[in-house]
Every structure is written in C-alpha cells, then in structure tokens.
Nanobody
Framework: QVQLVESGGGLVQPGGSLRLSCAASGSISKLSVMGWHRQAPGKQRELVASITSNGFANYADSVKGRFAISRDNAENTVYLQMNNLKPEDTAVYYC???????WGQGTQVTVSS
C-alpha cells in the first residue's frame, strides 16, 4: 500500500515562506515523477510543480521564481519551498506520484494578514 503524507502547511502573512514536505512510503519507484497540485475554494485543482527522478523541474507560470520543488530519493521525500507567498496562493496543496497516480491527503496553506 502506497501512502503519501504531506506536512508543513499553515497560516503565513503575505511575503512569507513555507516549506511543504511529502513523505512516501510503500512501493514508490525512485524513477517516479513527483509533483504538487493545489486546489483553492471554488476552483479546479491545478498543477503547481513537478520533478523527474533526475531533478528536472517544471513550474506553473504563477509560481515561477517563487516556488522550488526538490526531492531526496534516498528518503523518498519531495519538498516544495514557497517564498514570497501571496493571498492567491491560498489552497489545499496535494502531493502526487504521477507514475503510480497516487495522491496525498492534502495540507492547507493560508496566506493572509
């Protein structure tokens, strides 16, 4: 049974930073493409960032230059460093294993003064 467990969400002021973590357990292939999606209230879930097994990353235009995705294959963990956060970044953030199509349960990020 594969599990993806996110952590690191919370309440932060505009301009602040958060680091999300996604710990994978079970039969996760170290070749898996991993990524983060987010879903704001009343909006569709959208892809934020993805990363291949060798570290090639892609980002949504809305977060380029502010967010950074990384992974530690030895620890089966994926990270999302979020800087200069804006109120429009408020959403539930989900970790995803694209290769096996597994999802985490989500972690809430709220950007508000």
């Amino acid at each position: 049974q594969v599990q993806l467990v996110e952590s690191g969400g919370g309440l932060v002021q505009p301009g602040g930073s958060l680091r999300l973590s996604c710990a994978a357990s079970g039969s996760i292939s170290k070749l898996s493409v991993m990524g983060w999606h987010r879903q704001a209230p009343g909006k569709q879930r959208e892809l934020v960032a993805s990363i291949t097994s060798n570290g090639f990353a892609n980002y949504a235009d809305s977060v380029k230059g502010r967010f950074a995705i990384s992974r530690d294959n030895a620890e089966n963990t994926v990270y999302l460093q979020m800087n200069n956060l804006k109120p429009e970044d408020t959403a539930v953030y989900y970790c995803r294993d694209f290769t096996g199509d597994y999802w985490g349960q989500g972690t809430q990020v709220t950007v508000s003064s």
